[in-house]
């Protein structure tokens, strides 16, 4: 099944069977944010499109928003934790040893950014699920780090559903509306 059939496919999943929609919204928020799954899940194209969905369903915007940060938190609070744990052995790790280089970037954009590289870290692609690695690799410090966490999160995760949301309607012609 190609990108465009899994984005369609759970899209009408989400239409159908709204009582599952927050549950779907926390894990695909939670996956996108947490190191090694967030490469194998499209979850930002299907946080975009369930949030064109919300004007039509009964869950309120507020709710899926806190459910997606919810999640994005969660996932970069265990990536750091993954991360604090075990330290140089993650480079061993799949999907890190067969391309280093996603660590190296990492690495480099932490050491130049560090805490509020923690809060941006989260808006650009593949750094989001390694800055959070190498926070806790480098044993950055609990509380700075949770506070990124959290605000960046919750400015993520309203980003991720607004434009549908509010006043976009033509994004979800994007996905097969």
């Not at 999943?13 to 927050?22: A, S």
């Not at 549950?23 to 695909?28: E, T």
């Not at 064109?52 to 940060?69: G, H, N, R, V």
Request: hydrophobic content about 55%.
């Amino acid at each position: 099944m190609d990108l465009d059939n899994v984005v369609n496919v759970t899209l009408s999943f989400i239409r159908d069977h709204q009582h599952w929609t927050l549950l779907l919204v926390f894990i695909l928020a939670f996956g996108e944010s947490l190191a090694f799954l967030s490469l194998l899940l499209p979850a930002t194209v299907i946080l975009l499109g369930a949030g064109a969905l919300i004007p039509e369903m009964e869950l309120s915007f507020t709710l899926l928003w806190l459910t997606a940060a919810a999640g994005a938190f969660l996932g970069d609070w265990i990536s750091y934790l993954v991360g604090h744990h075990f330290q140089d052995e993650v480079r061993t790790l799949w999907p890190l040893k067969k391309h280093p280089a996603m660590l190296e970037k990492g690495e480099r954009f932490f050491a130049r950014w560090g805490t509020i590289g923690v809060f941006f870290g989260r808006f650009l692609g593949p750094l989001r699920a390694t800055v959070p690695l190498v926070a806790g690799m480098c044993r950055m410090r609990s509380l700075p780090f949770q506070v990124a966490n959290l605000l960046s999160a919750l400015v993520w995760g309203f980003g991720m559903l607004a434009p549908g949301a509010f006043g976009l309607p033509w994004l979800a012609t994007l996905f097969g509306e």
